[in-house]
T-cell receptor, first 106, second 120 residues
Framework: DIQMTQSPSTLSASVGDRVTITCRAS??????LAWYQQKPGKAPNLLIY???TLQNGAPSRFSGTGSGTEFSLTIDSLQPDDFATYYC?????????FGQGTKVEV | QVQLVQSGSEVRRPGSSVKVSCTTS????????LSWLRQAPGQRPEWVGY????????QVAQQFRGRVTLTADRATKTIYMDMRRLTFDDAGVYYC??????????????WGQGTLISVS
């Protein structure tokens, strides 16, 4: 099974900051990697798929890079609405495994 | 507009069963596959399985085989997840989600509101 590991687990930031979250896969997932945002009590929301393609409706301050086993999600100019937990998810394997999450807090 | 509306919270005893529904709209039932995922408190989401609603064909992750059944009702455009022999580890929020094709396996582009399953 593919294991997905995110870092850091928690990130403290301020409005206007540029933040980057990293996701590592235990084996290559090519570019089959998605990012989600989740707020407390809500379902995850798809932001990026295929490592770097912005989902329709997702703000352009979100961007993704990477391939193989190393990926990153960057938020340019953090907005108040962006404080949330972010998950990566591989869709190279049948299990569609998620990372453990990164909480972006004030 | 895509909408996935799930049934309400449930409380179950260990060893019992639960059935969660997800009613679709916006053409999703006919045009997409749908997945079930779950999320234990403070944990990452975990994929349970998927169904092709118009065909009733489903697959579940190995760890749930024999314990989870996915079904679909074409008349009501509703899908169901039936989980048996519940344990404390099954507690959490269960989501249905629409699959978005991206490569060989899918990502999830629309989600239901979640159904809280408590086991006590």
């Amino acid at each position: 099974d593919i294991q997905m590991t995110q870092s850091p687990s928690t990130l403290s930031a301020s409005v206007g900051d540029r933040v980057t979250i990293t996701c590592r896969a235990s084996q290559s997932v090519d570019n089959w990697l998605a990012w989600y945002q989740q707020k407390p009590g809500k379902a995850p929301n798809l932001l990026i798929y295929e490592a770097s393609t912005l989902q329709n409706g997702a703000p352009s301050r979100f961007s993704g890079t990477g391939s193989g086993t190393e990926f990153s999600l960057t938020i340019d100019s953090l907005q108040p609405d962006d404080f949330a937990t972010y998950y990566c998810q591989e869709n190279k394997s049948f299990l569609r495994t998620f990372g453990q999450g990164t909480k972006v807090e004030v | 507009q895509v909408q996935l509306v799930q049934s309400g919270s449930e409380v179950r005893r260990p060893g019992s069963s639960v059935k969660v529904s997800c009613t679709t709209s916006g053409g999703t039932f006919e045009s997409h596959t749908l997945s079930w995922l779950r999320q234990a408190p403070g944990q990452r989401p975990e994929w349970v399985g998927y169904i092709i609603p118009v065909q009733g064909i489903s697959q579940v992750a190995q760890q749930f085989r024999g314990r989870v059944t996915l079904t679909a009702d074409r008349a009501t455009k509703t899908i169901y997840m039936d989980m048996r022999r519940l344990t404390f580890d099954d507690a959490g929020v269960y989501y249905c989600a629409r699959d978005q094709i991206s490569g060989f396996y899918t990502v999830f582009d629309s989600w239901g509101q979640g159904t809280l399953i408590s086991v006590s």
